[in-house]
């Protein structure tokens, strides 16, 4: 795998958490990008969620899906989870893959209410991104 990009609506929450985790997981020679139709900021609690596992995102920057590499990208994860949900399109080939997870950034209730539910989707993201990280090194091997 040359080039990963992780999709979703606003590359504040779930694509940032995923893109954290990816550089961290995933061999040196594996680009990783995230990219969202209406990039803005990434959101204070998910580098909140990353930091409480010892990965760093607060340096990543909110992107629009325009700004990454066509060329670069064999692999595209989106993470919307409603139908809804404005997710980019991305004109690259390559394989397509959809992780369904809820956008922590619309939950309520307290701070610590709040933390919950990114933890669950840094979480969640963590278990698919270290099974993605396991099958590369398989395939290429």
């Known amino acids: 795998m040359?080039?990963?990009l992780f999709l979703?609506?606003?590359?504040?929450c779930r694509s940032q958490i995923a893109e954290g985790f990816a550089r961290h997981?995933?061999?040196?020679?594996?680009?990783v990008y995230s990219a969202g139709s209406h990039p803005g900021h990434v959101h204070p609690r998910a580098i909140e969620a990353m930091h409480e596992v010892g990965i760093d995102i607060s340096a990543q920057r909110s992107k629009a899906v325009e700004e990454i590499p066509v060329e670069g990208v064999d692999c595209v994860i989106t993470l919307y989870a409603e139908a809804?949900?404005?997710?980019p399109v991305f004109s690259g080939d390559g394989q397509r893959l959809h992780w369904?997870?809820?956008?922590?950034?619309?939950?309520?209730?307290s701070t610590e209410e709040v933390m919950?539910?990114?933890?669950?989707?840094?979480?969640?993201?963590?278990?698919r991104i270290r099974r993605l990280a396991r099958e590369i090194a398989t395939r290429d091997h």
Do not use: K
């Open 2 to 4: 040359r080039g990963l």
């Open 8 to 12: 979703c609506g606003s590359n504040s």
């Open 25 to 31: 997981l995933l061999p040196d020679g594996v680009a």
């Open 84 to 87: 809804a949900e404005a997710c």
């Open 100 to 109: 369904p997870l809820p956008d922590p950034a619309a939950a309520q209730g």
């Open 116 to 127: 919950v539910t990114f933890r669950a989707v840094r979480d969640e993201l963590a278990r």
